[in-house]
Nanobody, 121 residues
Framework: QVQLVESGGGLVQPGGSLRLSCAAS????????VGWFRQAPGKQRELVAD???????NYVDSVKGRFTISRDNAKNMVYLQMNSLKPEDTAVYYC???????????????WGQGTQVTVSS
């Protein structure tokens, strides 16, 4: 089992920045991919950014150039730096950790409890 705990959410004005953090614990050696998802009210959960088992980073088009995902393996942490925030970035953000096979298919995954990000003036 892997436990994930997010932090860093909050209320920010449009154009502002936030950094989300995700602390991982447990059987971390089983994980080879990490990511951030978000879910806005009335919408499906969507992938925001991830680092797959090949080490490649991927971003949803709407956040490219504004968000950066990173991981610190020594500290068992995953981060999402969010700059130039927009009202449409408002959502609950979830940390995800997964085991992928050689074809990047998810074998199993874990989720954090989520952290609210609200972008509003």
């Amino acid at each position: 089992q892997v436990q994930l705990v997010e932090s860093g959410g909050g209320l920010v004005q449009p154009g502002g920045s936030l950094r989300l953090s995700c602390a991982a614990s447990g059987s971390i050696f089983t994980i080879n991919a990490v990511g951030w998802f978000r879910q806005a009210p009335g919408k499906q959960r969507e992938l925001v950014a991830d680092i797959n088992s090949r080490g490649s980073t991927n971003y949803v088009d709407s956040v490219k150039g504004r968000f950066t995902i990173s991981r610190d393996n020594a500290k068992n942490m995953v981060y999402l730096q969010m700059n130039s925030l927009k009202p449409e970035d408002t959502a609950v953000y979830y940390c995800n950790a997964a085991r992928e096979d050689d074809g990047l298919n998810v074998i199993y995954e874990y989720w954090g409890q989520g952290t609210q990000v609200t972008v509003s003036s």
